[in-house]
């Protein structure tokens, strides 16, 4: 199951067999999804009857599969049977690609940083003084007002790129003629 956030681009990817029972696939999704993001106001399936009810629209794409299949079939054995081993580490690599339509990585989009990357030793950690309480509180208030502007600039940027397509599409079409 490929689940994606249209705001962020950000995914999940969560492996599944091909015949599930909606119970099954709802275990997945809060296991898996909706307990890093809360329910979705919206939810938009290409996948059939399993996903027809107004509660049950996933957010699955044959893009996002295809993105999928492609980086596992790097790093799965010849017999393609551990490719469940391989998830982990393909949605942090998507997680963490700038998307062209937002400009920035799903990652990055959701936390307001980019993720550690290296296998170095971590950086050490300061001890904090009971004066610097306040400067974390205010730490704080500058992180909320960061994620705001990201937020404003994703939509920016994904109204931008949706015009840009539109425009695209629109050069090779004629207008409609009433009949």
């Not at 599944?16 to 919206?42: N, Q």
């Not at 399936?45 to 049950?56: A, I, Q, T, Y």
Request: proline share 6%; hydrophobic share 40%.
């Amino acid at each position: 199951m490929v689940v994606v956030d249209r705001l962020s681009k950000d995914r999940h990817f969560t492996p599944c067999r091909t015949k599930m029972k909606a119970y099954d696939l709802a275990m997945l999704f809060v296991r898996d999804i909706w307990k890093l993001h809360g329910l979705p106001d919206s939810i938009v399936s290409d996948r059939g009857p399993l996903f027809v009810s107004e509660f049950w629209k996933a957010v699955c794409h044959q893009n996002a599969n295809a993105f999928l299949e492609q980086y596992l079939r790097q790093y799965v054995n010849f017999a393609q049977d551990d490719w469940d081993e391989w998830l982990p580490l393909a949605e942090f690599a998507a997680r963490n690609v700038i998307n062209d339509s937002t400009g920035m990585s799903p990652f990055f989009a959701n936390t307001g940083y980019h993720p550690r990357m290296s296998f170095g030793p971590p950086r050490a950690i300061p001890h904090k003084a009971p004066k610097e309480l306040t400067e974390r509180c205010n730490q704080g208030n500058k992180f909320a007002s960061k994620m705001h502007q990201i937020t404003d600039l994703l939509r920016t940027n994904l109204l931008s790129a949706q015009a840009s397509q539109e425009r695209l599409a629109n050069t090779t079409r004629s207008p409609a003629h009433a009949t």
